[in-house]
């Protein structure tokens, strides 16, 4: 159990970081609408895009799994901080699907990144 558990957040982090992709690189209008509100569109837009595909592919590989984490936190973290201080909760009333897929991706993001803890390699101790 405890071998697939961190394969499973891996997933689920790769799937939510992809899937959302589309919306980014084909310019629908309500991701459109979310980077014109923060002033990050069209080239933020593209740009987080290409990080969260980075960021998914990193979180496949297990010995980068750590980084595809790390990387994870901090697109996800300032998407949630957009959210508290420019957007709001709820976007064009989706009913606040968009800010909890963040915070829930935000948390496994974080726990994938502590199981993998032993892969950073400027933490690891040497002899």
């Not at 899937?19 to 069209?42: A, M, N, W």
């Not at 963040?102 to 974080?110: D, E, H, N």
Request: glycine share 10%; no cysteine; charged share 15%.
């Amino acid at each position: 159990m405890k071998k697939y558990i961190p394969f499973a957040l891996r997933i689920v982090v790769a799937i939510i970081l992809i899937q959302t992709l589309r919306f980014k690189f084909s310019g629908h209008p309500d991701s459109v609408y979310i980077f014109t509100k923060v002033g990050l569109e069209p080239y933020g837009r593209i740009g987080i895009g290409v990080l969260e595909l980075v960021s998914g592919i990193l979180l496949l590989v297990p010995k980068t799994a750590w980084a595809g984490a790390l990387l994870t936190l901090g697109i996800i973290g300032g998407a949630i901080v957009m959210h508290l201080s420019i957007l709001g909760i709820e976007i064009h009333n989706d009913g606040g699907i968009l800010f909890i897929t963040a915070v829930i991706t935000f948390i496994l993001s974080a726990t994938t990144l502590y199981l993998y803890r032993q892969d950073i390699p400027f933490l690891k101790k040497k002899n």
